[in-house]
């Protein structure tokens, strides 16, 4: 049986995994875009038509997963008027957001090998059958995502703001990304309800990744012994 701290471990990083995967999986889908810019009409405060706005999320997109820098150096129509899009302090703004997604891929890669591992080390160590031993580890790294999803969830829609500002302190050394929604383009085109619909969105998507681990491998199991 796994011990206390490798139930930890397992868990953690198996949630840890799952949870920024998702969130990768939310920066490079297009219809959540479309979800928040319809919500928010984001079209009509800036002044950026809808296909407009998608070639910016297209550019954005390609800037995060593309070593260049050269598509977030970019202009549109705003009112009918072609402008640059984003000034110095956004765009170096980015460039420290692209740094963190970086990070993050590679810190999930090193989650996802841990996981693997750990799984392997528990699979030659049983004595048990390969689908009872993952039955007990699902059924534990249910218990322990379901509670903590939950709690997170509430956090966020009692006290987004503060974690919303928290985050930014822990991920960046500077403070590029205070911006002005008077003037700068990066927060009224992205405003902090955007973020939060995100952070729920991820949660709900982690949350159904845990329930159908849970369900898959209980199911198997159940029309196996059958």
């Known amino acids: 049986m796994f011990s206390v701290i490798q139930k930890i471990l397992f868990n953690t990083a198996l949630f840890l995994a799952l949870l920024l995967s998702n969130a990768l999986i939310i920066i490079n889908t297009d219809s959540f875009y479309e979800f928040e810019f319809n919500k928010n009409n984001t079209s009509l405060k800036t002044g950026i038509n809808h296909n407009d706005l998608f070639i ?9 997963n593309e070593k260049s820098n050269e598509k977030i150096y970019m202009t549109t129509y705003i009112n009918g008027i072609e402008k640059k899009l984003f000034n110095s302090k956004e ?3 980015m460039i420290d957001v692209k740094t963190l997604i970086l990070n993050i891929k590679f810190f999930n890669y090193l989650l996802w090998t841990t996981v693997i591992i750990i799984l392997l080390i528990k699979i030659s160590l049983s004595k048990d059958k390969i689908l009872n031993t993952f039955r007990v580890i699902a059924k534990s790294y249910f218990i322990y995502s379901v509670s903590i999803l939950i709690s997170a969830l509430i956090l966020l829609a009692l006290s987004f703001r503060w974690i919303f500002y928290l985050f930014h302190i822990i991920s960046f050394d500077n403070n590029l990304w205070i911006l002005d929604p008077r003037t700068d383009y990066l927060i009224k085109i992205f405003e902090e309800v955007f ?5 729920i969105f991820i949660g709900i998507l982690t949350l159904f990744s845990s329930i159908i681990i849970f369900l898959s491998v209980n199911t198997i199991n159940k029309y196996t012994k059958n």
């Open 56 to 64: 910016i999320v297209d550019n954005i997109q390609d800037f995060f």
């Open 91 to 93: 765009i170096h703004h």
């Open 195 to 199: 973020f939060m619909d995100a952070a």
